[in-house]
């Protein structure tokens, strides 16, 4: 069966001023579908670079990316973004468009799809009561706490219904019991027969991967 | 610029015979520099061209049975004009000079000038009062013979500091108010002006007289024909002394120019066949002289609406080239931040070019550099697309610092919604960034606004060139000054009133 994610001697190049840094140097893995993949290893070993590969939201410097056995570092512009559309990505940072309200932010990817304004808002407070974040859905980002807009992150991922989750350290800027409601969502998510993939120091992940990464 | 000059003498614009082409098309182009002023070629209180040149030309257009137009061009560029084909000759106070006829061909002279010392009444007894005593200060047009024998005399160890002006008027004014001990005119301009500066007068007499020549492209004989043979007939018939008597310069020494013409006693000059049939005006026109010297509350009612006007020069060039340098600053911007990695050294370049070479030269080369390539744009082209591309390399720097001020995250975000790039710049980085970059553009828009002054290089006579050329001919400097300082004010205040709004507005969105 064709993996859900490959790479076969990816390498990732950062050129800088002071010299080129090597972020990913000759990765090759296959994740079956329905995989959960923890990737661990200390800090500035490229984690969040394989995620950003793995996602198309970066192109590898040589090697080979596949997604459902097709090349995403070579492939086109439009074809990246509809991957995109087929991924829930969970940002360490969790980036989010500051002008607009939660709800928003969580169900924009169902815009292109048609999805009604009041469906997506419905749909939006219960992703984000699922996070814990209740009764908040028309605040604006930069109302959140770092661990909010981490749990906000999560329910973004969620909102489009994707066939795979990719999420950078969604655990760590967040307590234990917050912690233990994103864990079981991802739980949940992967019990479902889906892809997750996350970037991760927290055991209590770890424990839950099928398989283990380790990077450095 | 001498290095330009080199190149464009490398080739010649136009190939053609430019005879043929006036017949064809029943115009003649002429270039002259309203600056220089009276009485060559000027604009008097009515904004209407006068000068003994302008009728000179009228006069042999009607010989030649051709529309003689009348160019603008700067007066030490007027060559420059010629060789790209923005003008077919120069007629323009051009003295004959070896040099000169080494790359031009000149026709036979149509005046016999002499160069007048000017000095404030009771201040200088004699030329020799330059060659020796002490250390003294004179000014001349820059270019000029007169500069020529200045130069020539500090050589040979007169005491003496010589001065390049732009127009003609600017050294006897500061010979006046005493920044100049001394200025050297033709004798056309010092008689003409002479009502303006009371407080001057000649020095000796006037020295080394010479002559004024049209000057055409090199090649063009049937064209210096044609000019010459109007010329023979314009003297014969009387008509010269008539436009000269005018302007108060006819003087003894133009009868040299009946044996000059009558025998064909002049450099290469071939002797035309001559028709008496030359077109006569009446002798009704009336005297012209310098205009008496306005000043005060009646400089603004006289020559306010010429300002006025020439602000929507400055007005029409700022709207036209602004929206185009954003523009390509955007593309610029997004290519150098988000293009392939192969485009960014070349634009890279084209900014760090276009920043570092001064906008003035970047003009020339539009103007008289591209028509040697075979493009050839008119003025007001050249001086749109000159600031458009010179400012799309600021506007660029103004919007990738903009961009680059939009967290990354941002990007990624809208990524991972599944945006395209190009959907995520334009929705989510591009909106961002803009009310970053307002202040800035503004503050860009308003020094172009200024820029489109240095636009007179290439033929433009826009708020400050028509200024310049304004105080030239009636030397009210100080008024004409605050007028046209304040037009500036008037037009550019309102930016910054909009770029306040636009500024709220964005904070709100």
Known sequence: ?216 | MRLLALALLATTAFAGDTWDRAVEKGVLRWGADEEGGGPFVFRDDEDRLQGFEVDLADAIGRYLGIRMEFVQGQWDRLPDMLRADKVDLVLNGYEWTPDRVLAMEATAPYYVYALQLLARKGTLRSWDDLRSGGPRKVGCLAGSAAHEVMLRLAEEGAPLEVVGYDGNTDAMKHVETGNLDATLQDTPIASFYAPHFPGLGPVGDPVAPGYYVMYAREGDHRLVNRLNEALIVLFRNGELERIYGRYGIWTPEQEQLATILETGRFYGFQKAALSEAAARTDATAGEVRAGERRRGWAVVTTYGMQLVRAAGVTVLLSLVSFPLAVATGLLIALGRIYGPRWLRPPLAFYVEFLRGTPLMLQLYFVFFFLPELGVNIPAFGCAILGLAINYSAYESEIYRAGIQAVPKGQMEAALSLGMSRLTALRRIVVPQAARIVVPPVVNDFIALFKDTSVCSVVTIIELTKRFSVLSQSTQATVELMLMTGALYLLMSYPLSIVSRRLERGLEAA
Request: glycine residues 10%; contains cysteine; proline residues 6%.
């Open chain 1, 1 to 216: 069966m064709t993996p859900h994610f490959e790479t076969r001697n990816a390498c990732r190049v950062f050129r800088s001023a002071t010299g080129d840094v090597r972020a990913l140097d000759g990765i090759s893995l296959a994740v079956e579908r329905g995989a959960f993949l923890a990737v661990t290893g200390p800090s500035g070993r490229g984690k969040t670079t394989l995620l950003a590969l793995l996602g198309a939201l970066d192109r590898p410097t040589s090697g080979l990316v596949l997604f459902d056995g097709e090349d995403l570092g070579g492939a086109s512009e439009p074809h990246r973004s509809r991957v995109r559309r087929r991924l829930g990505i969970v940002f360490q940072s969790s980036p989010m468009i500051e002008r607009l309200p939660l709800w928003e932010n969580v169900t924009y990817p169902l815009v292109p799809r048609g999805v009604p304004t009041r469906e997506r808002r419905r749909l939006a407070k219960a992703l984000l009561e699922r996070v814990g974040i209740v009764g908040r859905d028309a605040a604006r980002p930069e109302e959140l706490s770092g661990g909010e807009r981490q749990r906000v992150g999560v329910a973004r991922a969620l909102a489009a219904d994707p066939e795979a989750i990719l999420a950078d350290e969604p655990t760590s800027d967040l307590d234990r019991g917050t912690a233990e409601a994103v864990v079981a969502l991802l739980r949940e998510f992967h019990a479902s027969g889906r892809t997750v993939i996350v970037a991760t120091h927290d055991p209590v992940l770890e424990a839950l991967a099928t398989r283990t990464l380790r990077l450095g």
